[in-house]
């Protein structure tokens, strides 16, 4: 195995219909966001792993914990990918990526989720809308 969980998840949501649908290609890991960027769209990243262990050393089980972001002009649209990615995710056990070379998930779950906006631009009256998602995943290590 040679992927990793974040080419994984990547794999899956650029693959989904429902996502795609809603967000076309846009989905970014948060370093590769462009600037000023189309929006609706999905930014993504491992906020950190958490390695199990057992008195005989490496468990070759790890938890990830995966921030989401759902960005589109209007709270209704953030909300629409929001349902999309967690119809997807949420309580996703198997094996996760590209066929060929994907990685075994024992439990994805939505741990938290919240909304907020940027700053307005443009001089309109409201900023771009934002839905969060932090997924925790339980995945086999090779």
């Given at each position: 195995?040679?992927?990793?969980?974040?080419?994984?998840?990547?794999?899956?949501?650029?693959?989904a219909?429902?996502?795609?649908?809603?967000?076309?290609?846009?989905?970014?890991?948060?370093?590769?966001?462009?600037?000023?960027?189309?929006?609706?769209?999905?930014?993504?990243?491992?906020?950190?792993?958490?390695?199990?262990?057992?008195?005989?050393?490496?468990?070759?089980?790890?938890?990830?914990?995966?921030?989401?972001?759902?960005?589109?002009?209007?709270?209704?649209?953030?909300?629409?990918?929001?349902?999309?990615?967690?119809?997807?995710?949420?309580?996703?056990?198997?094996?996760?990526?590209?066929?060929?070379d994907?990685?075994?998930?024992?439990?994805?779950?939505l741990?938290?989720?919240?909304?907020?906006?940027?700053?307005?631009?443009?001089?309109?009256?409201r900023?771009?809308?934002?839905?969060?998602?932090?997924?925790?995943?339980?995945?086999?290590?090779?």
């Open positions: 195995m040679s992927a990793t969980i974040g080419d994984a998840l990547y794999y899956e949501l650029s693959n219909a429902a996502v795609s649908a809603l967000v076309g290609s846009r989905i970014y890991p948060a370093g590769d966001v462009p600037q000023n960027p189309t929006r609706p769209y999905i930014a993504w990243f491992k906020v950190d792993n958490i390695h199990a262990r057992h008195q005989g050393g490496s468990s070759l089980l790890t938890q990830a914990r995966f921030q989401l972001d759902a960005w589109a002009e209007t709270g209704t649209a953030a909300e629409a990918i929001y349902e999309a990615v967690r119809g997807l995710l949420d309580n996703y056990a198997g094996e996760l990526g590209d066929p060929a994907s990685v075994t998930v024992r439990s994805c779950t741990d938290t989720d919240s909304s907020g906006s940027a700053p307005p631009t443009g001089g309109g009256p900023g771009p809308q934002r839905q969060t998602m932090d997924f925790l995943i339980w995945y086999r290590e090779e």
